[in-house]
């Protein structure tokens, strides 16, 4: 499989590669509603914590960004000290990296079990293009605070943390060409790559500026 960019934002050098499928173009015109930051989860056990302190990062990641969060700030969200966040995680950046990775990998997990739906016997060529498009419908209407983040802070990673992400990101911008080309559309990896830039960027927009619920109406259109 040839080597693809990181899809998390357009490439702004190349803006006329970046379109949406038109199946996403129909959702997204579609009428719908605001997407908000995900409730941070009010369990107080321990062994929650961590679970807790993620939540609560990404829910301040998406909404302000990670320059403008404090360690002091997800302490506060989640009721303890910065000192107990310490415990759990080296730095603000460890943190990040987390969130992200968790983004990452829910946009896969979501992918497969698409995919999976089915068994293919007398289905419409166009069956695993859709699949994947509900599943990323669904991940930002249902996973609104991790596609914020991804979306606006992917850029952050560096390192192993990085080269993990782009590790994933290929692996679902090959199911993406495998379900473009299954429905007759040829595109190389890299114009799929950067589709999925757009889309994801777009329904961050569409979330921000939407009426109350247009993401989770979109996500049951696709049939």
Do not use: N
């Not at 979306?151 to 679902?172: F, N």
């Not at 090959?174 to 890299?190: K, N, Q, S, T, V």
């Not at 589709?195 to 109350?212: D, H, K, N």
Request: charged share 30%; aromatic share 4%; proline share 4%.
């Amino acid at each position: 499989m040839a080597a693809t960019r990181a899809w998390h934002r357009p490439d702004r050098s190349a803006p006329d590669e970046v379109c949406l499928p038109a199946v996403l173009i129909e959702l997204a015109l579609t009428e719908g509603d605001a997407m908000t930051i995900d409730d941070v989860p009010a369990r107080t056990r321990p062994r929650d914590r961590k679970e807790r302190i993620l939540a609560a990062a990404a829910a301040r990641f998406g909404a302000a960004g990670f320059r403008a969060t404090s360690v002091e700030d997800i302490a506060a969200d989640v009721g303890v000290t910065a000192a107990a966040i310490y415990r759990h995680f080296d730095s603000k950046d460890v943190i990040l990296a987390t969130v992200l990775d968790q983004a990452v990998q829910e946009l896969l997990d979501a992918s497969q079990s698409g995919l999976g739906d089915g068994d293919g016997v007398g289905e419409s060529p166009d069956r695993a293009l859709r699949a994947l498009t509900r599943a990323m419908l669904s991940f930002a209407s249902e996973r609104t605070s991790l596609h914020a983040t991804y979306v606006r802070e992917r850029d952050r990673l560096t390192g192993p943390a990085e080269a993990a992400a782009r590790r994933a990101e290929a692996r679902l911008t090959e199911r993406w060409h495998d379900a473009a080309a299954e429905a007759g559309i040829e595109l190389d990896e890299r114009r799929v790559a950067l589709r999925l830039a757009g889309v994801l960027t777009a329904l961050r927009e569409m979330s921000l500026s939407a009426e109350p619920g247009a993401l989770q109406r979109h996500s049951g259109l696709v049939t």
